[in-house]
């Protein structure tokens, strides 16, 4: 098995493909932690990771003020950025390929929405539940996010049979509107907390610190493996659920890992970073169109390119009108809405 992936990779040139995606996750990473209102120089940047990191002798060398910087500043928002763009991507790959559209990712199927219902009733209503205490906020928008989901599928499938992809995609969309209705009603009851919810819900991982990437972590990881684990179920499952089974995939039971995956992943973003829409959407079909459709190389090519892309567009929505710091979800939405629109295009002319 080893060998066969190791021929595969080598075969299919995805050497290249992974060489040019982790140099562009490597150069958006120390681009972003480089430049702002101050710079700090990329070899500086080197030396405090590596001290901090591997425990390399070499920090004393750098002017403290960089090293407050990077370390307590920086470092941990380009990272958290990271780890968010990396998830979504992932997730909205896993549904496109499972879905068999370009246009399926979290935030179109409503599974951002529901992630957010959860993070903000839990801000609002202050639930704190036992043994899990900061956990509490991504446990809650993972099972709101989760919940969603399958409410969406199962009000598709009510309404059609075929569960047309066509369906299931508008489906999400009336349940988005819905829940923004139920969080826009919880902001008008709100009153102190008004700040706190209206940044969760405009995105952003400013002032987040290295307690947000202790959150996101294990379920980025849990996700990600579920979801690594099932690349080629989702290969088959691309081609039609009928062939899948035809070729020995118990599709209810993948389909039901695979949407759980998702909803983690979603729910555990949202949690830390608020609602970031189209990373999901723009990044796995960026990556589908360069390097092919094959999901044991789209996935983790989809969480490198996701990860690098998220942290530029944090940088430039912390530089672009500096001092104000714009929320990283109108970034996004401005390069993801015009691709949305030129996808829909393309498949209705094809």
């Not at 070899?43 to 070499?58: E, N, Y």
């Not at 991982?205 to 690349?231: A, D, H, K, Q």
Request: aromatic residues 8%; charged residues 10%; glycine residues 8%.
């Amino acid at each position: 098995m080893p060998r066969l992936f190791i021929r595969n990779f080598l075969k299919n040139n995805n050497v290249l493909a992974y060489v040019l995606a982790l140099a562009f996750l490597l150069i958006s990473m120390l681009t972003a932690i480089s430049v702002g209102s101050v710079s700090v120089p990329v070899l500086d940047i080197v030396k405090i990771i590596g001290a901090d990191v591997f425990r390399l002798p070499i920090a004393d060398q750098v002017d403290p003020v960089y090293k407050n910087i990077v370390s307590q500043i920086r470092l941990p928002r380009v990272l958290l950025a990271g780890l968010v763009g990396a998830s979504l991507a992932i997730a909205g790959a896993a549904f496109q390929g499972l879905l068999r559209n370009p246009l399926a990712d979290p935030y179109i199927l409503g599974v951002s929405s529901g992630a957010s219902v959860g993070a903000v009733a839990t801000l609002f209503f202050n639930i704190s539940i036992p043994l899990l205490g900061l956990f509490t906020l991504p446990v809650v928008s993972i099972i709101t996010a989760l919940l969603t989901i399958l409410l969406v599928l199962f009000f598709a499938k009510s309404v059609d049979r075929t569960m047309r992809v066509e369906t299931i995609i508008l489906t999400g969309i009336i349940f988005s509107s819905f829940l923004g209705a139920f969080i826009s009603l919880i902001i008008a009851l709100t009153g102190d907390e008004l700040r706190q919810i209206m940044g969760w819900l405009l995105g952003s991982v400013s002032m987040r610190g290295w307690s947000y990437i202790g959150i996101i972590i294990p379920f980025f990881i849990l996700g990600s493996l579920l979801l690594l684990l099932n690349c080629r179920e989702l290969n088959a499952m691309s081609f039609g659920e009928e062939r899948a089974q035809h070729l020995g995939v118990d599709v209810k039971k993948r389909k039901l890992v695979i949407l759980a995956a998702g909803s983690i992943l979603t729910g555990a973003a949202v949690a830390v970073s608020g609602a970031i829409g189209f990373v999901g959407l723009v990044i796995p079909h960026l990556t589908r169109r360069l390097w092919g459709p094959d999901h044991v190389h789209l996935l983790p090519l989809s969480i490198l390119t996701g990860a690098g892309f998220l942290m530029l567009t944090d940088l430039i929505s912390r530089t672009i009108i500096s001092p104000t710091i714009l929320p990283i979800g109108v970034i996004t939405a401005l390069i993801g809405a015009p691709v949305f629109g030129l996808i829909l295009i393309k498949q209705r002319k094809a």
